[in-house]
């Protein structure tokens, strides 16, 4: 999985992995020994084949509120 993730970061900071085809990028992956997930995922287009690869997972968006408390006099 580390390498995944390091591989997704790697294409989202490379201009030209961001923007290369389906193929090349596909390509690219092979060459770099890529899971099979995330060569999966890119040829298809299909993000579940990740998905598979993380544990399904369920990532829940954090219910934090913040607040901010100033003190003030008040006559």
Known sequence: ?????????AIGSDASLRYA???????VLEAG?????L???????D???LAREFGNIKNFSPQVTQQIF??????
């Open 21 to 27: 085809s389906t193929v090349e990028l596909t390509t």
């Open 47 to 49: 993000s579940s084949h």
């Open 33 to 37: 020994r890529a899971s099979d997930a």
């Open 39 to 45: 060569t999966a995922a890119v040829a298809s287009g």
């Open 1 to 9: 999985m580390l390498d995944t993730l390091e591989m997704l970061e």
């Open 70 to 75: 100033v003190s003030s006099d008040i006559d």
